[in-house]
């Protein structure tokens, strides 16, 4: 079983950087893509960005390209999403997820994901 907690959201202004965290304790991540999403309510859950299980290939949804970053530390099972430029649209609740399959690279549908963050809120004001 594995347990993913996210850490590191909060309220600032638009411009504004965060960096959140999504640690995870039982099994090793090591072998699997890892992905962050983020929800608003009455909308799906939408794929920001994700990396592979080594970190050495990334892919980003067009809207944040250029201004996240996704990063893994496989030594300490953490994973980090670096969010520079902050825009209100960037509002959400942010999840971590670790892909069901370990063959599989970054997959962008939800589905494709068994284990999950409880989430962290990101509010981005003008």
């Known amino acids: 079983q594995v347990q993913l907690v996210e850490s590191g959201g909060g309220l600032v202004q638009a411009g504004d950087s965060l960096r959140l965290s999504c640690a995870a304790t039982?099994?090793?991540?090591?072998?699997?893509?890892m992905s962050w999403f983020r929800q608003v309510p009455g909308a799906e859950r939408e794929f920001v960005g994700g990396?592979?299980?080594?970190?050495?290939?990334?892919d980003y949804t067009d809207s944040v390209k250029g201004r996240f970053t996704i990063s893994r530390d496989n030594a300490k099972n953490t994973v980090y999403l670096q969010m520079n430029s902050l825009k209100p649209e960037d509002t959400a609740v942010y999840y971590c997820a670790r892909a069901t399959f370990s063959f599989e690279l970054v997959p962008h549908d939800p589905s494709r994901y068994n284990y999950w963050g409880q989430g962290t809120q990101v509010t981005v004001s003008l």
């Open positions: 039982g099994r090793t991540l090591n072998y699997y893509s």
């Open positions: 990396i592979s299980r080594s970190g050495s290939s990334t």
